[in-house]
């Protein structure tokens, strides 16, 4: 046995002793992670439940903040929880907006749907339950709609419903502690970055964190801004105009103008539908061209004005960050595109910056 390792090269026998433990070890590892695979899945479950409310939290208390600051510099300086009152405050009056847009909204449908024709409907299908229940089934039969799917379906509509607002529900109350305790958590993590990352570390770390802000909070504030702007002054002309689910409209008009493109559009579409339903062509065209003056003074005088030196990116950037955006995170995706492309683009320029080469010398002058 001696005399044949003597015989063997050192060398390869040391990488082949390396590579068999290497590829034990991968076995033994691979193995321990397959059985250990419902746990990870639990785990990763746990973890995500954790993070989603967490991340709501911060994207509240992101949006919050700048108006708890203000409230707060109303009271005096020796009033010790002035930072709670101003946070108490700040929620209420988000309540407060809340309700008084769910009354409006529900008295504007109220007042405009037709309840003789709406109990004629009712009537005329029959007064009998049973009756009406086997007209649904016979007419959902017809598009092949099968009670216990359609069921099931209602069931997990409501179940996705009732986790989300869960999940937003304890969302919330992190933004509260947030809201509250951001000073004091915000020096508790700048003193334990200081001590693991290096002086230029931290120094590039800021600088990101400012282009963040510079990026993120001049559009979404901006766009917030713009969208309540747009929503009021299109639900009070269309008020005027004695148009069918004015308010409707300009509120979702201004929803929709929190995304680039998307706000004109629902405006659109809802202007032509409400009109088509009504029979009333005439509205419509005045109504649409209407909406177009107001959508152009937007995005040529208001919209600029508010987010003028914050975001500064070509409309085809803005288009392939929407489309990025929605694929990756829907919605919420696609209201965070714009600043996110906007951001990567300001690194980029920033690292082209250092890339450039250095200027030709000059020639000498007794050349």
Not at 178 to 202: C, E, M, P, Q
Request: with cysteine.
């Amino acid at each position: 046995m001696k005399k044949l390792l003597s015989k063997l090269d050192q060398k390869y026998l040391k990488i082949a002793v390396y590579a068999g433990g290497a590829a034990i070890l991968t076995f033994f590892i691979g193995y321990a992670l397959w059985n250990c695979l419902p746990t990870l899945s639990k785990l990763f479950t746990l973890v995500c439940a954790v993070l989603r409310p967490m991340l709501i939290g911060f994207v509240l208390w992101y949006l919050l903040l700048p108006m708890v600051k203000r409230i707060e510099r109303m009271f005096k300086p020796e009033f010790r929880a002035k930072r709670g009152a101003a946070v108490l405050i700040t929620f209420v009056i988000i309540i407060a907006a809340i309700l008084i847009f769910l009354i409006i909204v529900s008295k504007t449908f109220v007042s405009q749907i037709n309840f003789e024709s709406l109990v004629s409907v009712i009537q005329s299908t029959g007064t009998d339950l049973q009756q009406l229940i086997q007209q649904a089934t016979v007419y959902l039969n017809q598009f092949n709609i099968k009670i216990p799917n359609l069921t099931s379906a209602v069931t997990g509509v409501i179940s996705s419903v009732a986790s989300g607002a869960t999940t937003f529900f304890f969302g919330v109350i992190f933004a509260i502690y947030f809201l509250i305790d951001a000073d004091r958590l915000g020096s508790y993590w700048k003193n334990v970055a200081i001590k693991i990352f290096s002086k230029h570390t931290l120094l590039r770390f800021q600088e990101l964190l400012r282009d963040l802000d510079t990026c993120f909070s001049g559009y979404i504030r901006g766009q917030v801004t713009d969208a309540i702007l747009v929503g009021v002054v299109v639900s009070i002309v269309f008020s005027f105009m004695k148009m069918n689910y004015a308010l409707v409209i300009g509120l979702l008009t201004g929803f929709g103008n929190l995304i680039p493109y998307v706000g004109p559009t629902i405006g659109y579409v809802s202007v032509i539908l409400v009109n088509l339903i009504a029979g009333d062509i005439r509205m419509m065209v005045i109504g649409l061209i209407v909406l177009e003056v107001i959508m152009l003074i937007d995005g040529n005088i208001i919209n600029p004005r508010l987010l003028a030196g914050t975001i500064k990116i070509h409309p085809l950037l803005v288009i392939a960050s929407l489309i990025a955006g929605g694929a990756i995170g829907g919605i919420l995706g696609m209201l965070l595109a714009v600043p996110t492309g906007a951001f990567l683009r300001m690194q980029f320029d920033k690292w082209l910056a250092k890339k450039e080469p250095p200027e030709d010398p000059k020639p000498d002058d007794a050349g």
